[in-house]
C-alpha cells in the first residue's frame, strides 16, 4: 500500500502563521493576547507540554504566563485564582493543564473559566456550543484531528468515520465536529463488542484511548486514514543495548501504516497540531473580547 503520512508539523506550521498575523493586527489595535498557563502538582509530562506550548505561543507573539500551584490547593483556592484571571482584562485565554490532583472537581474548575477565556474550549458552552455547529472556541486536540483529516482531501460528506475512545476531552467532541460535517460516525469504547468489526468499516478511523499497539493492521480497511491521538510512552531497548523510553501512540504504525491510505505518526502527527489550535483559540478568543469591549464602549 502506498500510504501517506500526515504531516502534523507541517500543517501546524500553516495555522502559526496565521495566528501570527492575525496577533500583529490585534497588537496594532492595543490588544495583545495573553495566555495563562495553570498547572496543580508536579508531573514531568505536564512541565514539558507546558514549555512547548509557552515556546510556540511568544513565537507567534502571544504572552504566555505559566501559573503553578502546590498540589495541596483547595478546590475553593483554585476556584478563586481562576476567578482573578476572568476578571483580568489583561489576559485573554486561560488554559487549566491535566491532570489536576483527584481532590480537585476538574469539571467544576473548566467551568469557571470564563467560557469567553477557554481557549482549550472544555467548558460545558464551549463543548455545547459544537451541538449547535459553533466549534470556534472547540477542544484542541479535536479540531486538530478534524484538520488533519480535511487535509487528506477526503470528502467528509457521508465518509464512515470510526472514533475510538469517548473520553470529554476528545472522543466526544471529535464526533460531534464530524457530525456536523456529515460524516456518519461510529463511537468505540469499553462496552463495544467487537472493536475490530467496527474499525474495519472505516474510511476514516481516529483512535484516543492511551494504549499502546491496541491497534494493529488487520483491524485498519485497506486505504484509510488513520489519526493516532494516543500518546504512550513505552519502554525500549536502545541501540547500545542500554533500556530507554520512547513515545508511540496508540496504533502499531509499523504495521498499519501498509494497510492505511494516510496515517499521522507519533510524535509529529495530533500534538504539534493540537498546540497550533490552542494558539489560534487564543487568537480568537481575544479577536472577540476586542469586538465586545468596542461593543460595549461604542454602542
Ligand atoms: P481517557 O480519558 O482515559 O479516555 C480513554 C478512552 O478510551 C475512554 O473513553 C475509554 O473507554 C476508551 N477505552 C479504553 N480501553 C478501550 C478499548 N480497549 N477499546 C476501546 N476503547 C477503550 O483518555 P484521553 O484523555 O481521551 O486520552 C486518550 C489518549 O490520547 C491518551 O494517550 C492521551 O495521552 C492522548 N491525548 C493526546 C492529545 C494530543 O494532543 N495528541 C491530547 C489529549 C489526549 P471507557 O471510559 O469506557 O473505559
Known amino acids: ?18 495566528a501570527r498575523e492575525r496577533v500583529i493586527k490585534l497588537k496594532a489595535l492595543g490588544w495583545t493576547p495573553r495566555l495563562v498557563s495553570i498547572d496543580v502538582g508536579d508531573s514531568a509530562a505536564v512541565s514539558l507540554y507546558i ?5 510556540a505561543a511568544e513565537k507567534v507573539g502571544i504572552e504566555f504566563e505559566h501559573r503553578h500551584y502546590p498540589g495541596s490547593i483547595t478546590q475553593r483556592e483554585m476556584g478563586a485564582a481562576i476567578h482573578a484571571f476572568n476578571a483580568d482584562p489583561r489576559v485573554t485565554g486561560i488554559i487549566l493543564q491535566r491532570p489536576v490532583p483527584n481532590t480537585l472537581d476538574l469539571e467544576e474548575l473548566e467551568n469557571t473559566i470564563h467560557h469567553s477565556k477557554d481557549v482549550e474550549g472544555m467548558s460545558s458552552l ?4 459544537i451541538v449547535y455547529g459553533d466549534s470556534s472556541l472547540g477542544p484542541c486536540t479535536s479540531l486538530a484531528s478534524v484538520e488533519l483529516l480535511k487535509s487528506t482531501g477526503l470528502n467528509l460528506r457521508g465518509l464512515e468515520v470510526v472514533v475510538v475512545g469517548h473520553s470529554e476531552i476528545v472522543g466526544k467532541p471529535v464526533a460531534l465536529l464530524l457530525v456536523e460535517d456529515l460524516c456518519t460516525v461510529t463511537i468505540c469504547h469499553h462496552g463495544t463488542r467487537n472493536l475490530s468489526y467496527h474499525t474495519r468499516q472505516a474510511d476514516a478511523l481516529i483512535v484516543a484511548v492511551g494504549k499502546p499497539g491496541l491497534i494493529t493492521a ?5 486505504g484509510a486514514a488513520v489519526i493516532d491521538i494516543g500518546i504512550n510512552q513505552v519502554d525500549v531497548t536502545l541501540p547500545d543495548g542500554s533500556r530507554g523510553t520512547k513515545v508511540v501512540g496508540d496504533v502499531d504504525f509499523d504495521t498499519v501504516k501498509e494497510v492505511a491510505g494516510w496515517i499521522t ?30 461593543e460595549l464602549v461604542r454602542p
Open 1 to 18: 500500500m502506498n500510504y501517506k503520512i500526515i504531516d502534523g508539523k507541517k500543517l501546524a506550521q500553516v495555522v502559526k502563521d496565521d
Open 265 to 294: 505518526p507519533v510524535p509529529g502527527g495530533v500534538g504539534p497540531m493540537t498546540v497550533a489550535m490552542l494558539l489560534r483559540n487564543t487568537v480568537v478568543a481575544t479577536e472577540r473580547q476586542r469586538k465586545r469591549y468596542e
Open 126 to 129: 464551549n463543548i455545547g456550543n
Open 51 to 55: 514549555k512547548n506550548q509557552q515556546k
Open 218 to 222: 488487520n483491524m485498519v480497511k485497506p
